[in-house]
Each structure stands twice: as C-alpha cells, then as structure tokens.
T-cell receptor, first 112, second 112 residues
C-alpha cells in the first residue's frame, strides 16, 4: 500500500497563477482532508470530504476549491495564487471521523 | 463547535526524564482523542489514541490518560530519548463532528 500520495512535492508559483495539488489514497478511506501548515504553526483545515461527491468547507477555504469524484482522489485547486498561500499543504485520509488520519508527505508551495 | 487547548507550547526535558503534555476540550460529546508526532520537515504521524470508554492506554514508553469529567487528556512520555524531539499535536472529535479539531502543538526538545 502506498497510503496517501501527494504531488508535486515542491512548487513555486507566480502571483495570479493557478495550480492543482493532487492527492490520492489506496486505503479505500471515505474521509479525506486538506490542511495547510504555515512555518512553525499548527494545522488549519481547508476542505474535507466524507465520501465521493460530498465536500465541505473547513476553517480557511477562501482561495481554494476541491472536488471528490472518486473515493481515491481529492484534488485541491488554487485559483489566482497569492503570497498568503505560501505554505505546506497536507492531504490526509481516514476510515471514519473517529479513526486516526494518515497524512501524505506534503506539498511545499511558494508564491512569489 | 469543539475547541481544543494544548499546553505547554514548548517543553524542554533532560534525556531520560519524563514529559507530559496536556489538552483540554470543550465538547462533552467528544469520544476520540488521538495524538500526532511531527518531526521537523515531516508529516504528522499518529502515535497513540484513546476512546472515551477507556481511561488510560499505554504503548511502550508513551501513554495517554483521559479524564472525561474534567474534559482533559494528557500524553506521557517516559525515559525520553533524543528521537522524541518533535512537535506533538493532540486532537478530539465526537458526535456531530465529521473532522478532528487539533490543538496548537507542543514543541518538545530532549536535552542530551
């Protein structure tokens, strides 16, 4: 099992550009989550999904969009990148809401 | 919604001594309490968890205790080693929540 796979690992974007962060899991988990972590800080929830076709906002959704067309994939879309979106982005999945999360290795994004 | 407070924010411990990190939660319906360890530059990883029907759980040098009446839970690390240096996050979730609420993290430093 690969677990949770995120691509790319690193990316530099110019202000105003767009990109999609990819996340896929092979554990057949229904629950998937996107977090951002600024340097030296905690985890902030951007969006989450409890199953294919269902998504919901977390605490910091502005500037991002998600989709969940399959159980395996949960891509995060950044539109019109801004310097404030410079961060490390973690995708996670779990069997259900009260089971441990498995995190991907993260995407380090810099917006210049 | 759920609110999780974590203390202390930083903790330095002599190698071989014990370390204790405490978290309080607000929602009395919360029933799942995991702890994550994040080493520098790495992803968060689940190290231990406890459910509300259990008061204490141990796994080698780490243990978690839960006091439902006081709504707090703690992580205990005994015989600390240099590889225990990391940021530790507590979290909680319960009835009506589809996601974990994370604490703000504790940076643990083991002094050789």
């Amino acid at each position: 099992n690969a677990g949770v796979t995120q691509t790319p690992k690193f990316r530099i974007l110019k202000i105003g550009q767009s990109m999609t962060l990819q996340c896929t899991q092979d554990m057949n988990h229904n629950y998937m989550y996107w977090y951002r972590q600024d340097p030296g800080m905690g985890l902030k929830l951007i969006y989450y999904s409890v199953g294919a076709g269902i998504t919901d906002k977390g605490e910091v959704p502005n500037g991002y969009n998600v989709s969940r067309s399959t159980t395996e994939d949960f891509p995060l879309r950044l539109e019109l990148a801004a310097p404030s979106q410079t961060s490390v982005y973690f995708c996670a999945s779990s069997y259900s809401k009260d089971y441990g999360y498995t995190f991907g290795s993260g995407t380090r994004l810099t917006v210049v | 919604g759920e609110n999780v407070e974590q203390h202390p924010s930083t903790l330095s411990v002599q190698e071989g001594d014990s370390a204790v990190i405490k978290c309080t939660y607000s929602d009395s319906a919360s029933n799942y309490f995991p702890w994550y360890k994040q080493e520098l530059g790495k992803r968060p990883q689940l190290i231990i968890d406890i459910r509300s029907n259990v008061g204490e759980k141990k796994d080698q040098r780490i243990a978690v205790t839960l006091n439902k009446t006081a709504k707090h839970f703690s992580l205990h690390i005994t015989e600390t080693q240099p590889e225990d240096s990391a940021v530790y996050f507590c979290a909680a979730t319960g009835f009506g929540n589809e996601k974990l609420t994370f604490g703000t993290g504790t940076r643990l430093t083991i002094i050789p």
